[in-house]
């Protein structure tokens, strides 16, 4: 039906530019033309759309970092100083120790570029995985493990915990997770991130039940902004204090683009090496286990 319209339309448009250019010929290959020129509509559509992923990336459940962030229901701070054997936001002053964690991958367009980097650098780091991509991509999740880095439950989906606002949802995402990774990596996580850093007193105290550290950070990248790979890095570097935990990214929705993150790495790592900086995971930053 779509197209039948779309052909009468065009001819109608055909038919009027030779009514008014004087031309009284009758097109007796109107039909031939109106195919054609949908053809060549239908061709243009083709192009203009960009090439099927093989495997679909699964999206945040909750939308994007960047309009996800835009709420902020209670300050982690807060939430720090009312649960201090639960919520973790840095390491301690006395030591040059920062550690370097990562959210929402594995993402196969960006995450194994993040880990050629911090391999090339030596760096170990710390990343918060979604139950949901690590099914998808468990290749990616072993090779955080093989070579040296720590994983932590990031939630299935990524859900806004507090826009769901209910202990169920917590639980069944959590221990979603929690399944995918033990089959995968041979241990249960201790650490959790929330999506987008949102808690409240409720949840902070359900994961306290369930055993989990809750890690938020000190020092954002602000790389889910998609900043230029300079700013991602002075974001960070101008932040970094001993006991740092810093937040980036490596992987997105499906628009999302981490090429900065990668890049900015570049800068910050060899930087803060320079500056007397050692690179540890975040159980070791603040001595605390990886695993129930």
Known sequence: MRREILKMLLM???????????????????????????????SKDKKD????????????????????????????????????NTVVLRGPLTENKVALTFDDGPDPRFTNQV?????????????????KRAETYPDIVRRMVKEGHIIGNHTYSHTDLSKAADIETLVREVNQTEDVLVNLIGYRPKLFRAPYGFLYDELVEKLAEMNYTVVGWSADSLDWRELPPEDIAYNVLSNVEPGAIILMHDGGEQE??????????????PTLKEQGFEFVTVPDLVNIPYQK
């Open 12 to 42: 109608s448009v055909l038919l009027f530019c030779v009514f008014v250019n004087g031309n009284t010929t009758v097109l007796a290959e109107e039909e031939s033309i109106g195919d054609h020129l949908l053809e060549l509509w239908g």
């Open 49 to 84: 759309q960009p090439q099927q992923r093989e495997q679909e990336i699964p999206d945040p459940a909750g939308g994007p970092e960047y309009s996800g962030r835009v709420r902020q229901p209670v300050s982690n701070i807060i939430l720090q100083q009312k649960y201090p």
């Open 115 to 131: 880990l050629d980097v911090l391999k090339e650098f030596n760096v170990p780091a710390t990343f918060f995985v979604l139950g």
């Open 256 to 269: 999302a683009d981490r090429t900065g993150t990668i890049k900015a790495l570049r800068q910050i790592i």
